[in-house]
């Protein structure tokens, strides 16, 4: 495999019931590189995006993180279902940032942060801190350490959430629609952090309705629809130039 | 109608109240509900006072040495029930929606046999266990006599903990459920395992629901190891019973309970607050009403 090829998918397929959500959907993600996800409600956006991370188990398919194949173990022609503890090492190189935040209420923007570290990576409390606070820093939050979710407006609830996902050193940050649940007025300093993040060369799968984000600051973007890929390519492409009629139609009804 | 003709109004204008006197509603409902019952109540007293009630019996006996080795005992059953309860209601809890078939089988079986029969049964049962397993322990390793380890305190233990787990584990699933999944999935993003996601971020967020039931649990479970009287455990009921079997005082040793069992129950109460404030820290309507 392709040593910058961070994330590969290869046709994952996902039943609820007998209702396909995702249909032999194929991706690939360089390492530094922003992947969009664009396309309509239901099409299986969020469905991939938490096959990324086991939040849901696959039918069939297969997802590779850093050469390494997610949620099975090969051992000869043989797949096994990993433990739950090899699940959550897994889980650890991967960050999500989710559409309502789900920040924990009972810890304050700080706690959030230090959390993953110190529970689950062994990390000393003091340098977690001292870390926690260098991104409160640069998500622009540093006067909002010790203020607990309730206490923060959307904006700056997502902007810890992300600080949270980056605390916990990713090869990779899953975001999904991290500014739909935002007031209008609030999106600009979520994007503005993702693009910060984008420019420190972080790998980002990137769900989004953000159009103007996309065009900016994606590399690639992936049109998908009932399941499917319908169309993806560099962003700059798809998003003028789009080769399917579907996604010419869904770019145009987006922008207006 | 303008701003500038407002303000050129008249004083006399209609819209010109800020002079005239404010008249409070009368809640005439409510003193006639007062007076009913302050006449009650001054019945209420009487009746006890001119009653059969020797008060001296009830002054001395209120911290006589059986009294209080039976409050203590009391008190001491209550934290161990209750610490038993909390615990198997806990793991019961955990157990019913682990996913897991078995495990949720043995949980919904648990919860159906030990809700199904009375405390007071249960008790007893546990009481006569050596009728139907006359040993305990691993043959050749070690081996009691059941009659020797089921004390009065181990049965009760057992007979109130047990049921107990039953109910509180409902109490805590409830709790459970009341977390949204979202936080659920936080955790799981940031590699958390099971049981380390439900100590450090489920179970904290759950028991802001979980202390008031919980609560309302213990302050019944001060009461209902009165129900260990019945197999010789001499908690505060017991003691206060064997004295009045010899001197007779039935009311009067009956109202020197009530008055210890009424005192925890206020301090529990007041105890349930500040564990209530705790757990709620980082939630709006908590802090806006401190
Ligand atoms: N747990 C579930 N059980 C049954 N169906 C589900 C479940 N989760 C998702 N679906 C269905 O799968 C389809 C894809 O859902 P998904 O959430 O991935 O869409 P999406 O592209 O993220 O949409 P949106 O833009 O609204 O978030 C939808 O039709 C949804 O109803
Ligand atoms: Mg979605």
Same mark, same amino acid.
């Given at each position: 495999m &392709?040593?910058?090829?961070?994330?590969?998918?290869?046709?994952?397929?996902? &039943?609820?019931?007998?209702?396909?959500?995702?249909?032999?959907?194929?991706?690939?993600?360089?390492?530094?590189?922003?992947?969009?996800?664009?396309?309509?409600?239901?099409?299986?956006?969020?469905?991939l995006l938490r096959c990324i991370n086991l939040l849901e188990r696959m039918d069939s398919g297969a997802i590779w993180v850093k050469d390494e194949l997610i949620g099975y173990r090969r051992d000869g022609n043989n797949l096994h279902e990993i433990s739950d503890a090899e699940i959550s090492r897994q889980r650890q190189r991967?960050?999500?940032?989710?559409?309502?935040? &789900?920040?924990?209420?009972?810890?304050?923007?700080?706690? &959030?942060?230090?959390?993953?570290?110190?529970?689950?990576?062994?990390?000393?409390?003091?340098?977690?801190?001292?870390?926690?606070?260098?991104?409160?820093?640069?998500?622009?939050?540093?006067?909002?350490?010790?203020?607990?979710?309730?206490?923060?407006s959307g904006g700056q609830q997502q902007r810890v959430a992300i600080a949270r996902a980056m605390g916990m050193r990713p090869d990779l940050i899953l975001f999904d629609e991290p500014t739909s649940a935002l007031d209008p007025e609030l999106v600009s300093e979520v994007l503005d952090v993702m693009r910060d993040l984008a420019a420190s060369g972080m790998t980002m799968i990137v769900v989004t309705h953000e159009l103007g984000f996309a065009r900016n600051v994606a590399n690639t973007v992936t049109f998908m629809e009932t399941g499917k890929v319908v169309e993806t390519g560099l962003a700059s492409e798809v998003l003028s130039t789009p080769k399917s009629a579907r996604t010419a139609e869904f770019i145009k009804a987006v922008r207006s | 109608m303008n701003v500038a003709s407002l303000?050129?109004?008249?004083?006399?204008?209609?819209?010109?109240?800020?002079?005239?006197?404010l008249v409070p509603k009368r809640h005439i409902g409510r003193m006639i509900a007062a007076g009913v019952v302050l006449l009650l109540f001054a019945g209420l007293v009487r009746a006890f006072s001119v009653g059969q009630i020797e008060w001296s019996y009830v002054r001395d006996f209120l911290f006589a040495p059986a009294i209080l080795a039976g409050l203590y005992n009391t008190l001491l059953m209550t934290v161990a029930a209750m610490g038993l309860g909390i615990v198997l209601g806990v793991v019961i809890?955990?157990?019913?929606?682990?996913?897991?078939?078995?495990?949720?089988?043995?949980?919904?079986?648990?919860?159906?046999?030990?809700?199904?029969?009375?405390?007071?049964?249960?008790l007893m049962l546990w009481f006569n266990l050596a009728l139907i397993f006359p040993t305990l322990g691993i043959p050749g390793l070690f081996?009691?006599?059941?009659?020797?380890?089921?004390?009065?305190?181990?049965?009760?233990?057992?007979?109130?903990?047990?049921?107990?787990?039953?109910?509180?584990?409902?109490?805590?699933?409830?709790?459970?459920l009341s977390v949204d999944s979202g936080q659920y999935e936080a955790a799981r993003t940031i590699g958390m395992k099971q049981m380390m996601m439900l100590r450090r971020i489920v179970l904290p967020q759950a028991m802001r629901v979980m202390v008031p039931p919980v609560g309302n649990e213990v302050i019944g479970m001060v009461k209902l190891t009165s129900l260990a009287s019945v197999i010789q455990y001499s908690e505060i009921l017991h003691n206060a019973q064997i004295i009045y079997f010899a001197n007779t005082r039935v009311l009067e040793l009956l109202l020197v309970a009530s008055f210890w069992y009424l005192l925890v129950v206020s301090v529990l109460s007041i105890g349930q607050h500040y564990i209530e404030r705790y757990f709620g820290r980082g939630s709006k309507s908590i802090r806006s009403s401190m």
């Open positions: &392709n040593q910058d090829i961070l994330v590969k998918a290869i046709d994952v397929t996902k &039943n609820y019931g007998t209702f396909r959500a995702l249909d032999k959907v194929s991706l690939e993600v360089a390492r530094g590189e922003v992947s969009c996800i664009i396309g309509p409600s239901g099409s299986g956006k969020s469905t991967i960050g999500m940032v989710f559409q309502r935040f &789900n920040l924990f209420p009972h810890k304050t923007a700080l706690e &959030n942060i230090i959390e993953g570290p110190v529970q689950v990576l062994g990390e000393p409390v003091k340098e977690a801190r001292d870390r926690a606070s260098a991104l409160l820093e640069r998500v622009g939050l540093a006067d909002k350490a010790n203020h607990y979710p309730s206490e923060l | 303000a050129t109004q008249p004083a006399d204008s209609k819209y010109e109240i800020a002079h005239l006197k809890a955990i157990m019913r929606i682990s996913g897991n078939p078995v495990l949720s089988s043995i949980a919904i079986g648990y919860i159906w046999v030990f809700r199904g029969a009375p405390a007071l049964l249960q081996e009691f006599r059941t009659v020797d380890v089921m004390t009065p305190f181990v049965a009760a233990v057992l007979g109130l903990g047990i049921s107990q787990g039953a109910y509180t584990s409902e109490v805590v699933r409830s709790g459970l």
